[in-house]
């Protein structure tokens, strides 16, 4: 028998089975066998073989330090707070917050698989298997149509596109009609496509659900306040899809929002269509657009900012508020303190360089005093003269200090606290967090904050503007670091002082 050598030589375009060399038939060495040579070939394994065969690498764990941020929303994961994550092909980790995970991938077959999962306590647990199912039901909805693919990896131009295209045509004939849907929302992911922002889990929103020309339902996000109900598809706030299950507090709301793009329709029925009048009635328009287009300031007083209990937190982002301290959007506010009564007459103020003394390289609940030594007893006296006592601040940091947030809520909340305690009167408070470059409608001179005061936290009383001002120490005088505080009471119709002429000095 022909002694042989087999050589296995990858080769990716082709599979030969076997090549047999034979030796010469004169070979050099006579008293040697001849040789045989077999080279087989095999294919070269391709990339998308292995990789499909190799299950994604989920991971669960509580968080061992603050430093880590989500890859879906950016924000900081805090320290000892349950994480997902899943590893890239150089091994690296993409943490991510419970709800902003996402169970896509077909490869996690049971919650149980995943790593870390029983070293978890029970209650996360469940958490983590809920979170898993109500993902696996949405992505097995996305599945649905490739309409509904797109809407949910934000393909926002095309499906805006679409979505205009479907309304003119609803609006010439009734074989593609629209509707609008109430509903809390199932998870955090959904973005509103009025101002581009996330809507958070449970928060209440509104759909406008249209038909492509093929057919499929195509739905179009909301937060309550960016909602127009310009369309003729409403034709009552009752006859909204998910109406009848909403809270009654949110069912209230959205009635209010619909009763004043009523009024707008009827005031542009009775010729009132000058173009400032139609920017106020525009409810969902944003304040800061409004405010710079120069309207009045009877008109500006005069917008609406939706406000309903499900979008009222105990919790600014990942910071946890005290007692009577709530959050909505980018304000925090204390909601009632013990003693405070609503009012016609409202004494509003700022509170650094104005009521208290403070010093932005000291941080501490207790880092602050008196302004001016006749500060308690002028809000004493005001409070038994029958004034309802508010505090409008601004307070970046606690939007800036994204891995100290805490801290900074804790200090701004803390002084405030201090000094109610100290001046022995209740006082209402607005914190505004917005950065100071940007849009944000409730950062001073926005008139946001006194806007919810008016509209929604003061018992429905008509404020009496005569008997009511706001003192504050920005007033763009050589020395100040800003006007913020003049041109927030000017917006608002406000009189203004400053602090050295209202507190004697």
Same mark, same amino acid.
């Given at each position: 028998?022909?002694?042989?050598?087999?050589?296995?030589?990858?080769?990716?375009?082709?599979?030969?089975?076997?090549?047999?060399?034979?030796?010469?038939?004169?070979?050099?060495?006579?008293?040697?066998?001849?040789?045989?040579?077999?080279?087989?070939?095999?294919?070269?394994?391709?990339?998308?073989?292995?990789?499909?065969?190799?299950?994604?690498?989920?991971?669960?764990?509580?968080?061992?330090?603050?430093?880590?941020?989500?890859?879906?929303?950016?924000?900081?994961?805090?320290?000892?707070?349950?994480?997902?994550?899943?590893?890239?092909?150089?091994?690296?980790?993409?943490?991510?917050?419970?709800?902003?995970?996402?169970?896509?991938?077909?490869?996690?077959?049971?919650?149980?698989?995943?790593?870390?999962?029983?070293?978890?306590?029970?209650?996360?647990?469940?958490? =983590?298997? +809920? &979170?898993?199912? /109500?993902? #696996?039901? !949405?992505? *097995?909805?996305?599945? %649905?149509? @490739?309409?509904?693919?797109? $809407?949910?990896?934000?393909?926002?131009?095309?499906?805006?596109?679409?979505?205009?295209?479907?309304?003119?045509?609803?609006?010439?004939?009734?074989?593609?009609?629209?509707?609008?849907?109430?509903?809390?929302?199932?998870?955090?992911?959904?973005?509103?496509?009025?101002?581009?922002?996330?809507?958070?889990?449970?928060?209440?929103?509104?759909?406008?659900?249209?038909?492509?020309?093929?057919?499929?339902?195509?739905?179009?996000?909301?937060?309550?306040?960016?909602?127009?109900?310009?369309?003729?598809?409403?034709?009552?706030?009752?006859?909204?899809?998910?109406?009848?299950?909403?809270?009654?507090?949110?069912?209230?709301?959205?009635?209010? =929002?619909? +009763? &004043?793009?009523? /009024?707008? #329709?009827? !005031?542009? *029925?009775?010729?009132? %269509?000058? @173009?400032?009048?139609?920017? $106020?009635?525009?409810?969902?328009?944003?304040?800061?657009?409004?405010?710079?287009?120069?309207?009045?300031?009877?008109?500006?007083?005069?917008?609406?900012?939706?406000?309903?209990?499900?979008?009222?937190?105990?919790?600014?982002?990942?910071?946890?508020?005290?007692?009577?301290?709530?959050?909505?959007?980018?304000?925090?506010?204390?909601?009632?303190?013990?003693?405070?009564?609503?009012?016609?007459?409202?004494?509003?103020?700022?509170?650094?360089?104005?009521?208290?003394?403070?010093?932005?390289?000291?941080?501490?609940?207790?880092?602050?005093?008196?302004?001016?030594?006749?500060?308690?007893?002028?809000?004493?006296?005001?409070?038994?003269?029958?004034?309802?006592?508010?505090?409008?601040?601004?307070?970046?940091?606690?939007?800036?200090? %994204?891995?100290?947030?805490?801290?900074? $809520?804790?200090?701004?909340?803390?002084?405030?606290?201090?000094?109610?305690?100290?001046?022995?009167?209740?006082?209402?408070?607005?914190?505004?967090?917005?950065?100071?470059?940007?849009?944000?409608?409730?950062?001073?001179?926005?008139?946001?904050?006194?806007?919810?005061?008016?509209?929604?936290?003061?018992?429905?009383?008509?404020?009496?503007?005569?008997?009511?001002?706001?003192?504050?120490?920005?007033?763009?005088?050589?020395?100040?670091?800003?006007?913020?505080?003049?041109?927030?009471?000017?917006?608002?119709?406000?009189?203004?002082?400053?602090?050295?002429?209202?507190?004697?000095?």
């Amino acid at each position: 028998m022909l002694p042989s050598f087999t050589f296995h030589v990858p080769f990716s375009k082709s599979i030969i089975s076997s090549l047999i060399i034979h030796a010469s038939p004169k070979p050099p060495f006579p008293n040697l066998s001849p040789i045989r040579f077999a080279c087989h070939f095999s294919p070269k394994p391709s990339m998308s073989s292995s990789s499909s065969s190799t299950p994604t690498h989920v991971e669960a764990e509580y968080a061992k330090s603050g430093n880590s941020s989500c890859k879906k929303c950016s924000e900081p994961i805090e320290n000892r707070a349950l994480r997902l994550g899943t590893k890239d092909g150089r091994g690296y980790t993409k943490w991510h917050h419970l709800g902003c995970f996402s169970f896509g991938s077909e490869s996690v077959a049971s919650v149980e698989l995943i790593h870390g999962f029983q070293a978890l306590e029970s209650s996360d647990q469940e958490a =983590l298997k +809920v &979170e898993f199912e /109500k993902s #696996k039901e !949405e992505d *097995s909805a996305v599945k %649905k149509s @490739s309409q509904n693919r797109r $809407v949910r990896e934000g393909d926002e131009a095309e499906v805006e596109n679409l979505g205009e295209k479907v309304l003119k045509k609803s609006k010439g004939s009734s074989s593609a009609p629209t509707h609008v849907e109430a509903e809390y929302a199932k998870s955090g992911r959904s973005s509103c496509k009025k101002c581009s922002k996330p809507i958070e889990n449970k928060a209440l929103r509104l759909g406008l659900v249209t038909k492509d020309p093929r057919g499929f339902d195509s739905t179009k996000w909301h937060h309550l306040g960016c909602f127009s109900f310009g369309s003729d598809s409403v034709a009552s706030v009752d006859k909204i899809k998910g109406f009848q299950s909403l809270k009654s507090s949110d069912q209230e709301a959205l009635k209010n =929002l619909a +009763v &004043e793009f009523e /009024k707008c #329709k009827k !005031e542009d *029925s009775n010729g009132e %269509k000058n @173009s400032q009048k139609q920017k $106020v009635c525009e409810v969902d328009e944003d304040i800061n657009e409004v405010g710079e287009r120069g309207l009045k300031k009877a008109e500006v007083s005069d917008l609406a900012i939706s406000f309903s209990a499900s979008d009222v937190k105990d919790k600014y982002k990942d910071a946890t508020l005290p007692p009577k301290w709530k959050a909505f959007q980018t304000i925090i506010f204390l909601e009632r303190d013990d003693g405070l009564h609503d009012s016609s007459k409202i004494a509003a103020f700022d509170f650094d360089g104005c009521l208290a003394n403070t010093d932005v390289r000291r941080v501490g609940a207790d880092a602050w005093s008196f302004m001016y030594p006749s500060i308690p007893d002028k809000l004493r006296s005001l409070y038994e003269d029958g004034y309802k006592l508010v505090i409008f601040t601004n307070e970046t940091n606690i939007e800036r200090w %994204k891995n100290k947030r805490q801290a900074a $809520v804790d200090s701004k909340i803390g002084r405030l606290n201090n000094f109610i305690k100290e001046v022995k009167v209740p006082i209402q408070v607005f914190i505004a967090c917005g950065p100071s470059q940007g849009e944000d409608p409730f950062r001073k001179p926005k008139p946001g904050m006194w806007h919810i005061l008016k509209q929604h936290l003061n018992s429905g009383i008509s404020i009496d503007m005569d008997q009511s001002f706001y003192v504050g120490d920005a007033a763009g005088r050589r020395n100040d670091h800003s006007d913020a505080d003049l041109k927030f009471a000017e917006a608002n119709g406000l009189k203004f002082y400053v602090p050295e002429d209202y507190f004697g000095v």
